[in-house]
C-alpha cells in the first residue's frame, strides 16, 4: 500500500513538473538567408537558457532546439491572433518566468480577489453603463485584439465592463477584465482608435504586469491594492505602446492610430480642466513619439456612441463641465444624431458659458429650433426658453414661455397619471417643475 501511495505522488510530481517544462507555440518561421521555413512547437529552458522546439524534420524525424537568441536569424510569421501575441510574449519575459518560477497560483488569485471586489463593490453602486448593443460591439473589437484567454494556460478571461464615468479612463485587471469609462468611449474617434486603446490596455494583461506589480509592492512593504497594481512604470507603458503598434500592424492600420488615441484623451481632459489623466502616464510624450497623428471622423462610430455622448454630456453639466458638455453635444448634432434633450442641454450650457446678449441669443435660436418644430416640445425647452428671454429682458415673451412649460408639465402629468406601475417620483417632480413656474410668473 505503501509503495503505490508513493508511486502515486512520483507520478503526480513528475506530472506537475512536466507541466512547467515547456509552454506549447504554434508559430512560423523564416530564415532570413536561406528561406527555409520552420514551425515552432513549444518554448522550454535548456540548461539554463530559453530555447524553442522545432517540429520533427521530414527527414530525420527529430526536433530541434533553437536559442532563443539565435532567432534574431529568423523571421517569425504570425498566422493568426493567437501567434501573434505568442511571438510578442515570446520577445518578453514572460515565458522565461513561467518556465523558472511556474504560474504563481496563489499570488494570481490574491489579484483576482482584488479585482472581484471591485467589481461587486462596482455593481452595488449601480456603476456600470449598460447598452448591450453598445458592448456587442466593443466585444468585437476586443476578440480582435486579444484570444478570449492566455494560450499558455495562466489564469484569466478577457471580458469587458462598461463604467459610468466622466472622465476618460481604461484599464484591465488582473482577471482579465477590461473597464473603459463612457468618458473614454466619447474621447475617441472611431473603432480603429478604440483598438490601439484595447490593445495597448490588454498588453499588460499579456505581459503580465500586474504580477510583476504585486511582486515589487510587496518586496517594497507597499500595500498590493488594486490601484497599486494597475499603476505601471513608464518602461510598461512604451512595451504596451508597442504591442499595440503590432496589433494595429497586423489588420494594416497604421500606427498613428495609437497617437491619435492618446491626443484625443488629452484634448478631452483638457476641456475638464484635468491634465493629469492617471491611466495615461507621460500622455504628452507619448503622443510625441507618434509623428503624423491622422483625423478620422467615423459617422459609424459617432452613430454607435452617440447615446454615451449625450449621456456624458449630462454628467459634464451636472458637474459644471459646461465647455465640455457642449463640445459632446455639438458632435452629435454634427452627425446627426442629436436628440431634443440633447439640443436643449447644449442651450443651457451656451447659456452658462455666455458673457453677451450675441451669445444668450444664439443659445435662445437653438433652443427654439426644438419649441418651433415639435408637435409637444419637452417641458424642459420652454422652461429653457424662458430663462433666455428673462436674460435678455423680453418679459412677455418669456411669460407666454412660461405658459406653454406649464401646459407641457400638465400634459406629462397626464401620461404618467395614465400610466400603470409606480410613476409617483415623476410626478413629484412634475409638480415641482409647475410650482417654479408659478413661482417664477410671480417673481
Known amino acids: 500500500m505503501k509503495k503505490t501511495t508513493i508511486l502515486l505522488i512520483s507520478l503526480l510530481l513528475s506530472a506537475a513538473g512536466d507541466a512547467f517544462s515547456q509552454i506549447p507555440l504554434s508559430l512560423k518561421a523564416r530564415h532570413r538567408t536561406d528561406g527555409d521555413t520552420i514551425t515552432l512547437t513549444s518554448v522550454l529552458r535548456n540548461r539554463g537558457l530559453l530555447s524553442v522546439r522545432t517540429s520533427p524534420d521530414p527527414v530525420t524525424g527529430k526536433s530541434g532546439n533553437i536559442l532563443l537568441d539565435d532567432l534574431r536569424y529568423y523571421e517569425i510569421i504570425p498566422e493568426n491572433l493567437e501567434s501573434l501575441w505568442q511571438m510578442i510574449i515570446l520577445r518578453s519575459p ?6 523558472k518560477s511556474g504560474y504563481s497560483y496563489e499570488t494570481r488569485s ?13 455593481e452595488q453602486n449601480n456603476s456600470f453603463y449598460i447598452d448591450s448593443y453598445l458592448e456587442a460591439r466593443l466585444y468585437a473589437i476586443l476578440r480582435k485584439v486579444y484570444p478570449v484567454r492566455n494560450t499558455d494556460r495562466r489564469p484569466g478571461i478577457l ?27 466619447a ?8 483598438m490601439a ?19 515589487s509592492t510587496v518586496t517594497s512593504g507597499i500595500n498590493p491594492a488594486l490601484g497599486n497594481i494597475i499603476r505601471y512604470t513608464g518602461q510598461e507603458e512604451r512595451v504596451a505602446d508597442n504591442c499595440a503598434i503590432s496589433v494595429l500592424s497586423y489588420y494594416g492600420k497604421n500606427f498613428s492610430f495609437l497617437g491619435s488615441m492618446l491626443r484625443n484623451v488629452m484634448d478631452y481632459g483638457e476641456l475638464m480642466g484635468s491634465f493629469y489623466l492617471g491611466s495615461f502616464p507621460n500622455a504628452k510624450s507619448r503622443v510625441d513619439n507618434y509623428q503624423g497623428t491622422i483625423t478620422d ?3 459609424d462610430y459617432d452613430k454607435l456612441v452617440a447615446p454615451v455622448i449625450s449621456y456624458n454630456a449630462f454628467m459634464a453639466y451636472n458637474q459644471s463641465h459646461y465647455l465640455l458638455c457642449r463640445r459632446l453635444l ?8 442629436a436628440t431634443a434633450d440633447d439640443i436643449v442641454l447644449l442651450s443651457q450650457a451656451m447659456m452658462n458659458l455666455s458673457g453677451s446678449d450675441h451669445e444668450d441669443l444664439e443659445a435662445l435660436v437653438l433652443v427654439r429650433s426644438v419649441t418651433d418644430s415639435l408637435q409637444e416640445p419637452p417641458p424642459g425647452a420652454f422652461k429653457q426658453e424662458a430663462l433666455l428671454l428673462l436674460r435678455l429682458g423680453r418679459r412677455d415673451e418669456a411669460e407666454t414661455a412660461l405658459d406653454r412649460c406649464r401646459e407641457a408639465l400638465e400634459r406629462e402629468e ?6 400603470s406601475g409606480d410613476w409617483s417620483e415623476m410626478l413629484s417632480y412634475l409638480a415641482s417643475e409647475k410650482d417654479w413656474v408659478a413661482r417664477t410668473r410671480a417673481r
Open 94 to 99: 514572460v515565458y522565461d518566468n513561467l518556465l
Open 110 to 122: 490574491a489579484m483576482e480577489d482584488l479585482m472581484k471586489e471591485y467589481l461587486a463593490r462596482a
Open 159 to 185: 471580458s469587458l465592463r462598461i463604467l459610468s464615468e466622466i472622465a476618460p479612463d481604461a484599464w484591465v485587471g488582473p482577471d482579465g477584465t477590461l473597464v473603459i469609462t463612457t468618458g473614454l468611449i
Open 187 to 194: 474621447a475617441l474617434d472611431n473603432e480603429t482608435e478604440m
Open 197 to 215: 486603446l484595447m490593445a495597448q490596455e490588454v498588453a499588460h494583461f499579456a505581459l503580465d504586469h500586474h504580477l510583476s506589480n504585486y511582486t
Open 297 to 299: 471622423k467615423s459617422a
Open 330 to 337: 455639438e458632435r452629435n448634432i454634427a452627425s446627426g444624431t
Open 414 to 419: 397626464m401620461k404618467y397619471s395614465s400610466k
